[in-house]
């Protein structure tokens, strides 16, 4: 067990995603390869590193998905899950108590965050979202409509991270 703790310990200072982390979203994807990556910045600050993750390395809108996020700074949960909400807003999501709904969801499930923590985002097989944070799970949204609105923000055209989205997509 010690040993676990230790490698968890070096990886966590090394910036590298946890293994374990793979076969959590084997479960749920199978055959899941990356299909791109690249690095979300924001007025020259550098957010996160991002990896889309499909079977065989191939995305097909409404198909299983993770999204693998590792962070490059410290961001609290409560700003992430309220970008997420407005994000979800500039992609046109309209429904205002959906949104309510799904921003006290990610309220109470994103965690603070601080440089080298990957927090890992699954679509499911059958529509459900589930988060982990460094391989572990940390909650779910059930709710079909919430996981094509909140991967959207990453992989709909009208996300405000165009150049991103291509990469994830492996088109540049």
């Known amino acids: 067990m010690h040993k676990v703790v230790r490698m968890a310990a070096l990886l966590a200072i090394l910036h590298i995603t946890p293994v374990f982390a793979a076969g959590r979203i084997e479960a749920y994807i199978p055959e899941a390869k ?3 990556a690249g690095r979300l910045s ?6 996160y590193d991002a990896t889309l993750i499909a079977r065989e390395g191939k995305w097909q809108p409404g198909e299983p998905l993770a999204l693998q996020l590792t962070y490059l700074r410290h961001l609290k949960g409560d700003k992430i899950a309220d970008r997420s909400a407005q994000e979800m807003r500039n992609i046109g999501i309209t429904d205002e108590v959906k949104l309510a709904a799904w921003h006290a969801q990610m309220r109470r499930i994103f965690p603070d965050v601080d440089e080298g923590v990957t927090l890992t985002g699954i679509l499911t097989p059958g529509g459900d979202s589930v988060f982990l944070r460094n391989g572990e799970e940390i909650g779910w949204i059930k709710d079909p409509d919430f996981g094509q609105a909140f991967f959207g923000i990453w992989l709909s055209e009208k996300t405000s991270a165009p150049d991103l989205r291509q990469k994830l997509l492996g088109e540049s």
């Open 34 to 36: 990356p299909v791109g």
């Open 42 to 47: 924001v007025f020259l600050m550098d957010v």
